[in-house]
């Protein structure tokens, strides 16, 4: 059992930054893959970024590559987001999410995610 909690959101003007954060329960935090999603207003929700067990490896959707860096602290059962020149279109409910089971490696996609956190808000003003 994993107990996802976001906090770090808020209303941010275009061309600001937001760190989010994600603390984990579990004892097998290390072992999962971690993934921030995405949802907009009228919108699916839509992968972010994710990160391998170690944190070695780092996968980003197009539209936010260069501008976020994902990362974490196994140490503190921690993932965090650094959102840097935000956009309007950046808007919307920000997971945390993890998959099933420890050693799963999941898709970029929102069905191969089990575990989620309640979602935290971030609004970009133009």
């Known amino acids: 059992q994993v107990q996802l909690v976001e906090s770090g959101g808020g209303l941010v003007q275009a061309g600001g930054s937001l760190r989010l954060s994600c603390a984990a329960s579990g004892r097998t935090f290390s072992s999962y893959f971690m993934a921030w999603f995405r949802q907009a207003p009228g919108k699916e929700r839509e992968f972010v970024s994710s990160i391998s067990r170690s944190g070695g490896s780092t996968y980003y959707a197009g539209s936010v590559k260069g501008r976020f860096t994902i990362s974490r602290d196994n140490a503190k059962n921690a993932v965090y987001l650094q959102m840097n020149s935000l956009k309007p279109e950046d808007t919307g409910v920000y997971y945390c999410?993890?998959?099933?089971?420890?050693?799963?490696?999941?898709?970029?996609?929102?069905?191969?995610?089990?575990?989620w956190g309640q979602g935290t808000q971030v609004t970009v003003s133009s």
């Open positions: 999410a993890a998959p099933r089971a420890p050693g799963l490696v999941p898709a970029q996609y929102s069905g191969d995610y089990y575990y």
